[in-house]
C-alpha cells in the first residue's frame, strides 16, 4: 500500500524480530523523515511487528525532527507490548543520543549480533 | 587558498533549497579541513537553524524567504539565518531532557545546536540565529 518507489528501510526478518536498515545516509528533510516514520509505524501498525531492531549503519547525519519519529516509533512498540532496539550507531550520532538524554530511553547496541542476542 | 570569503543566498520556504545551500556550505568547510565531527555539528545546526526558520519562523510559505549568510575568516565558520517570522524566544522552548518531556517528540533542535556549535545567539526580534564553528584538530 506504502509506495514502494519510495522504500526508505529495508526489513528483514530474523523469527519474530524485525531488522529495519536505513538506507538513506542523511535523515534531514522533512519528507524523508515522513516515509521513514510511516514505512516504521507500518511495521507495528499493521503488520503486527512487536520486536524491532533498527540498524543505523549507513546513518551519517540526523536531525532532530527524526529523534521525534523514533521517539514515536518506540512509544508505539511499547503499547504493543514489545522493544525497539538500535544498533550500529556511529558516534556523532550517538552523541546526539546523550546530547538530548535519550539514550536513557532507547536501547543501543554495537551490532545487530548483540542486539539480537536474548531478544 | 583564501583565509576569508562570504556568500549570502535568499531562498524561498523550501526544504529543498535550504538543502543545496547546507551542502554548497559544507563543501567550503570541507575544502578548508574541517573534521568529520566539526562538519557534522555544523550541518546539524544549519538544518534545524533552516527548518526552524522554513517551518516555524516562516510558517511553511514558499512567498516568504530565508536569508543566509556564510562567512570563514581564520578558521571559523560562521552561518546566520533569517526568516520573515514574528521571532521567538528561545528561553520560551521547554528543556527536553527533563523527565516528563523526555518522551515529547519535539524541542531538541536548538539543544543540539548549542552542543554543536562553539557559539550560537539569537538576534534582531528572534526571528535571526547566528551560528560559529571554529576548526578543531583531528584528536585521532
Same mark, same amino acid.
Given at each position: ?26 535523515? #534531514? /528533510? ?14 507495528? /501498525?499493521? /503488520? ?5 531492531? #533498527? ?46 538524554? #535519550? /539514550? ?16 | 587558498?583564501?583565509?576569508? *570569503?562570504?556568500? @549570502? !543566498? ?12 547546507? *551542502? @554548497? ?12 565531527? &566539526? ?29 543566509? !549568510? ?24 521547554? &528543556?527536553?531532557?527533563? &523527565? ?17 556549535? &562553539? *557559539?550560537?545567539?539569537? @538576534? ?17
Amino acid at each position: 500500500m506504502s509506495a514502494a518507489s519510495h522504500r526508505r528501510i529495508e526489513v528483514e526478518e530474523f523469527g519474530d524480530v524485525s531488522v529495519a536498515r536505513f538506507a538513506d545516509k542523511k535523515i #534531514l /528533510d522533512e519528507t524523508r523523515i515522513q516515509h521513514i516514520g510511516n514505512q516504521l509505524f507500518g511495521l507495528v /501498525d499493521e /503488520d503486527g511487528r512487536k520486536k524491532i531492531v #533498527l540498524d543505523f549503519a549507513n546513518v551519517e547525519y540526523l536531525s532532530s525532527a527524526a529523534l521525534g519519529k523514533l521517539i514515536t516509533l518506540d512509544k508505539k512498540v511499547k503499547a504493543a507490548g514489545g522493544q525497539l532496539r538500535m544498533c550500529n550507531i556511529r558516534q556523532e550520532i550517538k552523541e546526539v543520543f546523550v546530547i538530548t538524554r #535519550l /539514550d536513557q530511553l532507547f536501547k543501543m547496541f554495537d551490532d545487530q549480533e548483540s542486539a539480537l542476542e536474548k531478544f | 587558498m583564501a583565509s576569508a *570569503e562570504t556568500l @549570502e !543566498w535568499a531562498i524561498p520556504s523550501d526544504t529543498g533549497e535550504a538543502q543545496r545551500v547546507q *551542502e @554548497e556550505i559544507v563543501a567550503k568547510i570541507e575544502a578548508y579541513g574541517f573534521s568529520a565531527r &566539526d562538519v557534522f555539528g555544523l550541518r546539524l545546526a544549519m538544518e534545524e537553524a533552516l527548518m526552524n526558520a522554513i517551518r516555524h519562523g516562516n510558517g511553511g510559505d514558499r512567498s516568504k524567504q530565508v536569508r543566509v !549568510w556564510y562567512e570563514y575568516v581564520d578558521g571559523c565558520a560562521s552561518v546566520r539565518v533569517e526568516d520573515e517570522g514574528p521571532g521567538f524566544d528561545p528561553g520560551d522552548v521547554p &528543556d527536553p531532557t527533563l &523527565d516528563e518531556n523526555l518522551e515529547r517528540p519535539g524541542g531538541r533542535g536548538i539543544m543540539l545546536m548549542r552542543n554543536f556549535l &562553539d *557559539e550560537i545567539r539569537y @538576534e534582531g526580534r528572534g526571528n535571526v540565529v547566528f551560528m560559529k564553528k571554529c576548526r578543531t584538530a583531528e584528536a585521532d
